[in-house]
């Protein structure tokens, strides 16, 4: 029985699965379609994400049956949150070369995956499928991507680093503030910030 946080997944047709990396580390992932499959699609989350809660972004593409579809949990999300804590300072895994590396990882455990797949990424996903498509091009035919957040400056890193995460609002006020953090002129920010806090 798939734990009941998956039950979003599951209800998209999703099966709820795990593979081990070479690490160690167990990765949760949602599967459909056939593992014989002549093409694989490998959907990356965003931020804040995890595998259940992309589940319905991947379901939208309508991919047609012939098509193996996985969404794995990103480095330190989801079911990775708990491995990522108990790493502490040797954590890993803010670079998109280093998520990239790690979703290469997830495919190699897997074992069964066929040529290079098509790599469909949201946000930092969107970053780590870049990151994949330069440093493992044998891995990777096409990728598609949806506002990739490509552009992480040092001065947004150090924040991050001190615990000021400004991705990871919950309020409007907090949205306001990331909003206008990505160029949102405050106006628009202010208008549109009740709109995406309810999206958390």
Same mark, same amino acid.
């Given at each position: 029985?798939?734990?009941?946080?998956?039950?979003?997944?599951?209800?998209?047709?999703?099966?709820?699965?795990?593979?081990?990396?070479?690490?160690?580390?167990?990765?949760?992932?949602?599967?459909?379609?056939?593992?014989?499959?002549?093409?694989?699609?490998? $959907?990356? *989350?965003?931020?804040?994400? &995890? #595998? !259940?809660?992309?589940?319905?972004?991947? /379901? +939208?593409?309508?991919?047609?049956?012939?098509?193996?579809?996985?969404?794995?949990?990103?480095?330190?999300?989801?079911?990775?949150?708990?491995?990522?804590?108990?790493?502490?300072?040797?954590?890993?895994?803010?670079?998109?070369?280093?998520?990239?590396?790690?979703?290469?990882?997830?495919?190699?455990?897997?074992?069964?995956?066929?040529?290079?797949?098509?790599?469909?990424?949201?946000?930092?996903?969107?970053?780590?499928?870049?990151?994949?498509? $330069?440093? *493992?091009?044998?891995?990777? &035919? #096409? !990728?598609?991507?949806?506002?990739?957040? /490509? +552009?992480?400056?040092?001065?947004?890193?150090?924040?991050?680093?001190?615990?000021?995460?400004?991705?990871?609002?919950?309020?409007?006020?907090?949205?306001?503030?990331?909003?206008?953090?990505?160029?949102?002129?405050?106006?628009?920010?202010?208008?549109?910030?009740?709109?995406?806090?309810?999206?958390?």
């Amino acid at each position: 029985m798939a734990p009941p946080a998956d039950a979003a997944g599951l209800e998209l047709g999703f099966v709820s699965k795990t593979a081990e990396l070479k690490t160690g580390e167990v990765v949760a992932y949602l599967e459909k379609g056939d593992r014989h499959a002549e093409r694989t699609l490998l $959907a990356l *989350h965003g931020m804040t994400m &995890d #595998r !259940v809660s992309f589940a319905s972004f991947v /379901a +939208a593409l309508q991919i047609p049956d012939g098509v193996r579809v996985l969404i794995p949990d990103a480095m330190g999300h989801g079911s990775r949150l708990g491995h990522a804590v108990s790493l502490g300072p040797k954590y890993a895994g803010w670079t998109a070369t280093e998520r990239a590396d790690d979703a290469a990882a997830f495919l190699a455990a897997l074992g069964d995956v066929r040529g290079p797949v098509d790599v469909y990424g949201f946000s930092m996903g969107g970053a780590t499928a870049l990151a994949m498509a $330069a440093n *493992h091009p044998a891995s990777v &035919d #096409r !990728v598609v991507l949806l506002a990739p957040a /490509a +552009a992480f400056t040092e001065s947004i890193l150090s924040e991050t680093g001190r615990g000021h995460i400004r991705f990871n609002y919950q309020t409007a006020e907090q949205a306001v503030e990331f909003l206008e953090v990505i160029g949102v002129p405050a106006a628009l920010a202010r208008a549109g910030a009740p709109a995406a806090a309810r999206e958390r």
